[in-house]
């Protein structure tokens, strides 16, 4: 008797299994539906954001350069006027492109930056990438910087907040 009660429940259990199996797939072809949850995950995004907002955060794009000297003094870093400012080109203002390999390091970064002529301080974004913490944070790819850029600009696209 219980023999028979369980092969019952397994069968169940079968079916049901394979009818849940069978439902699913189906939701996953339907085309529209996954437009529609598209679109809802925009909306919740852009929800987010705006709450976030009103609750008082800023964005690392929309700070001013004063809010970052701010922000950088906050956490025990002394910056001068003459090693936060990239350097500038004498003749134009052209574009620079430099590639960050996954698994570089905050100091290979650095060193690509000085080398491509963005920076003209080492020292000094290496020490402000490591008191503000961020040396896992640097996200590979390839970056577009002009060559009057602050190396505070800097610090947020290759951390990933570039949305400018």
Do not use: C, W
């Amino acid at each position: 008797m219980a023999r028979k009660v369980l092969l019952g429940i397994g069968i169940l259990l079968t079916v049901v299994g394979l009818l849940l199996i069978a439902t699913d797939s189906l939701e996953l072809q339907q085309p529209g539906e996954t437009d529609e949850k598209q679109v809802k995950q925009k909306i919740d995004k852009k929800r987010i954001i705006r709450e976030a907002t009103e609750l008082g955060m800023k964005f690392p794009e929309d700070l001013s350069k004063e809010e970052i000297k701010h922000q950088a003094k906050r956490v025990g870093l002394k910056l001068n006027s003459n090693n936060i400012t990239s350097e500038k080109e004498s003749n134009d203002n052209k574009p620079v492109r430099i590639e960050i390999t996954s698994g570089a390091t905050a100091g290979q970064v650095v060193q690509k930056l000085y080398q491509s002529k963005i920076i003209k301080d080492r020292q000094a974004l290496l020490e402000l990438i490591k008191k503000a913490n961020l040396e896992n944070k640097i996200l590979a790819g390839e970056y577009e910087f002009d060559s009057d850029i602050s190396v505070e600009k800097i610090l947020l696209n290759i951390t990933g907040n570039r949305d400018q």
